[in-house]
């Protein structure tokens, strides 16, 4: 619960954790206190796009090592260790994801296979 401090110019001055004297209480997502920790929908569209290349930088990694062109082990040591945590975050984020093709029960079912030629 975030607490200010206003300075003489009605601005926010400082930002505090506990209540004490000369502060008021503002809500987390008040439009003023977003600001004043500088969180604008200005920067968080372009954290998005930072976020989306990052991706994309990565897939050209990948690229380039399955094409034999670099080795991972060309990279620095710690660009290795935050591509395979990376890799490894997106794994086990896929493995809970909603999988709505897996095989079930019902695929002898669904199999064509047992309907013979059609006419």
Do not use: W, Y
Not at 76 to 82: L, N, S
């Amino acid at each position: 619960m975030p607490h200010i401090r206003r300075g003489p110019d009605g601005q926010i001055d400082s930002l505090h954790r506990q209540p004490g004297a000369g502060t008021e209480f503002m809500a987390d997502g008040h439009p003023e206190l977003l600001a004043f920790i500088g969180h604008t929908p200005a920067n968080s569209d372009f954290g998005k796009l930072d976020a989306d290349f990052v991706r994309v930088i990565e897939d050209v990694i990948d690229t380039l090592i399955v094409r034999n062109i670099i080795n991972i082990t060309d990279l620095p040591g710690e660009a290795q260790a935050k591509l395979f945590a990376r890799k490894s975050f997106r794994e086990r984020t896929a493995r809970n994801s909603l999988r709505l093709f897996s095989d079930t029960q019902f695929g002898t079912v669904i199999d064509d296979t047992n309907f013979g030629e059609l006419p």
